[in-house]
């Protein structure tokens, strides 16, 4: 492997030292959520201790210096997602707010009876049922990109798909239970080709592989910050300018506002037309200290090193008889799920976690993909920047284990 | 047996067990045995669907007691549901409706009946004392 100081690396996640049912805590459930970086964590404590006051709106002292650490956050996303302008960040709760604030208002705008709304076979709830609400609403059509077997997309089919009545596309970069990368270039090339903006859920995405939004050409990316060492509560929303001037306000309310009388209301421009209200704050300062860690260490050095853990734990697990890997495309990145035998998984989690080892287990959210596989879940392990292989073998013999005990 | 008395010989039972692993096993174990359900009640009426494993759940009424038959798709699931239909199942409404059930807490399991709706089993629960109150009000 790499120069990857992984041991020094696990020093900074202070929670990675936990004991749990008196063994030491393997934390495999990273698509759910990440740990936090002491500095991230320090900088919720220093918010509150020293920095701490609404944002936009005062004059005084600390709602000057708590605006400032606000925003540098959004100056670092622009650099971290390469956006061409910082105001085509918009903080949101999440991605399923994000999602949901683009099925919104962009649906609103563009979205009319009889259109069209493309999502794939393998999406997470968060990116089926904002845009389900839409075309129900709408009076649309929701039409789904199969998938093969392997759990790749079928680009045939996606061409095929395309036409003037579909208004936007909206696919997962990565599959939070496959693993799945899918050609987002291709994609988005193909659904350009005839005017058809995307949007990307890149929750799976943003912290194993470098995005560069103007590259891509993508129209819109979500993602949140718990998934990348930041704290819960903050997401964003990266949007185009064109699209984000021409949709409407997704909430109401202040910060959003230029001028307000009972006769008409004038709105804000970007980025705060779309962020009403006081936002997560404290989240949002702490998240540029997650985005300086990953920096810090550089993502390509993480995925490089995330990508041969993968590969091992694949052929570890492999190795035990009756298990199947469910996601087996050619381009996978950070999550490996499996079943084995008939057993249930739920099963083999609770086994799992009496021996400290700490998984997903059951639909991830996406009933329809586990209704296209027949199986009633899988157990997931998700990787991140601070798993060892050690940890993996853990996990192995700790699958053994719940077979044998199971069977 | 009253359900109190069996509660408790459930929970000196399980006082043997000297690790997590004897526990499982034994739950497991009864887990393995016969279903506990007549195929027939394997219907979406009777389903109660947990975020991961469902369980299946049957009411008679016979000579006034209430018996229970269910099941489950998840044999750690299956175990604790066959543990609660010794436990409730063949006594009257009013007891099943007035029961507490501290053996789950106090065989350390009590993390089965969290509502973080992994398993059905809670909710199995709830509708297990929902028949016997329902059972109760109609022969009042």
Known sequence: MTHYDIYSIRNDFPILKSVVNGKPLVYLDNGASTQKPQLVIDAINHYYNSQNSNVHRGVHYLSQIATDAY????????????????????????????????????????????????????????????????????????????????GELDMDAYSKLLNERVKIVSITYVSNTLGTINPVKDIIRLAHAQNIPVLLDAAQAIQHIPIDVQALDVDFLAFSGHKMYGPTGVGILYGKEKWLNAMPPY????????DVSFEKTTYNDLPFKFEAGTPNIEAGVALSFAIDYI??????????????????????????????????????????????????????????????IAVRTGHHCTQPLMALYGIPGTVRASIGLYNTKEEIDTLVKGVKKAVSMLS | MSINALQDELIEDFSFFEDWMAKYEYIIQLGKELPLIDEIYKEPQYLIKGCQS????????????????????????????????RVLSNHTPEEIANTDLYFIDQIGLKEHLSPTRANGLLSMVKQMKMYAIALQSKNK
């Open chain 1, 295 to 356: 920096n810090s260490i550089g993502l390509d050095k993480i995925a490089q090193y995330e990508h041969e853990l993968l590969d091992y734990a694949t052929d570890e697990l492999l190795d035990i008889n009756g298990l199947r890997i469910i996601g087996t495309a050619k381009e996978k990145s950070s999550v490996v799920s499996f079943v084995v035998g008939e057993i249930h998984p739920y099963d083999v989690g609770v086994i799992l976690d009496k021996l400290g």
């Open chain 1, 251 to 258: 909430q109401g309310g202040g910060d959003m506002i230029k």
């Open chain 1, 71 to 150: 925003e540098v956050t959004r100056r670092k996303l622009k650099s971290f997602i390469n956006s061409k302008e910082e105001y085509e960040i918009i903080l949101t709760k999440g991605t399923t707010d994000s999602i949901n604030l683009v099925a919104s208002s962009f649906g609103n705008a563009f979205i009319n009876e009889g259109d069209e709304v493309l999502i794939s076979a393998m999406e997470h709830h968060s990116n089926i049922v904002p845009w389900q609400m839409l075309c129900e609403s709408k009076k649309a059509t929701l039409k789904v990109i199969p998938i093969n077997d392997a």
């Open chain 2, 54 to 85: 469902q369980v299946w759940l049957h009411a008679d009424y016979v000579d006034n007691k209430v018996v229970f038959t269910a099941d489950s798709d998840a044999i750690i699931t299956k175990g604790l549901v066959s543990l609660m239909v």
